[in-house]
């Protein structure tokens, strides 16, 4: 889906909104991420009372383990938590007596993951870092290189629905589709966590009713978890007219 970034301000001067850019947030893909630089707090420790750097600092670390535990919790979906909005970032900047400030949000035209938001950081601050993401799961990555293969060369890959169907707001994306022939293909791994599961679950129904005359086929491993054997009955049911097979079986075939 699409992504962003904002550029963190902190204002030192109420006056004259001198301001000074004290980190990066970016949200989209495999987001949220954010990074703040120590040499850049270590500027602001030298010129603020100290009382003031104390509450600019809590701040940030609040703010920042909240954008990793997102990143964590939504391993592996492509949906962007609302909580990252424009209107949320003002709230956030409200917050801190409009002493930080974010910028407007900037689009990425590049899918954006740990690499790249570390090369974002470093041409604008000239600073390296390295991201801790959690592992993402097996036939997610499987899953992926497979689609983007040459098998399927004809076929589009990672297409938001609002490109498929330009009446449609939705960001969200659909792994494969063909619009000539009005297939789509997308895979699903039963044995995510909770969280992860039910948004994935939500943007297949999100996906089936805005593009009712496609032909859906849903890709995913056998379940070995209990929960995910009983998600996926309880998709199959549901979704009579979707084509659930196999990853290993499609391999096959494809």
């Not at 909104?17 to 495999?30: K, Q, R, T």
Request: proline share 4%; glycine share 4%; hydrophobic share 40%.
């Amino acid at each position: 889906m699409e992504s962003f970034y904002s550029i963190i301000y902190y204002k030192t001067n109420s006056l004259t909104d001198e301001m000074v850019s004290i980190g990066l947030l970016a949200g989209g893909c495999e987001g949220p991420f954010m990074y703040i630089s120590n040499a850049r707090l270590e500027l602001l420790k030298k010129v603020l009372h100290p009382n003031t750097f104390l509450s600019v600092r809590r701040h940030l670390k609040f703010l920042f383990e909240k954008v990793g535990k997102h990143r964590n919790e939504a391993a592996g979906i492509l949906l962007f938590d609302p909580v990252y909005t424009v209107e949320q970032m003002e709230l956030l900047s409200q917050r801190s007596k409009n002493a930080i400030a974010y910028s407007k949000p900037t689009t990425i035209n590049e899918w954006l993951d740990a690499k790249f938001f570390n090369d974002l950081t470093q041409s604008f601050f000239g600073e390296i870092i390295n991201i801790q993401t959690k592992k993402r799961p097996v036939f997610h990555l499987k899953w992926k290189a497979f689609y983007h293969s040459t098998k399927f060369k004809t076929w589009e890959s990672d297409i938001p629905i609002s490109f498929i169907l330009n009446s449609s707001p939705l960001s969200i994306t659909v792994d494969l589709v063909d619009q000539k022939a009005k297939k789509l293909i997308k895979g699903i791994d039963f044995d995510l966590g909770e969280t992860s599961l039910n948004r994935k679950l939500y943007e297949l129904e999100l996906i089936v009713n805005a593009l009712p005359d496609f032909h859906v086929a849903i890709i995913y491993p056998i379940p070995k978890k209990k929960s995910g054997k009983v998600a996926f009955e309880v998709i199959n049911k549901k979704y009579p007219k979707l084509v659930f097979q196999e990853f290993s079986e499609f391999k096959k075939m494809n």
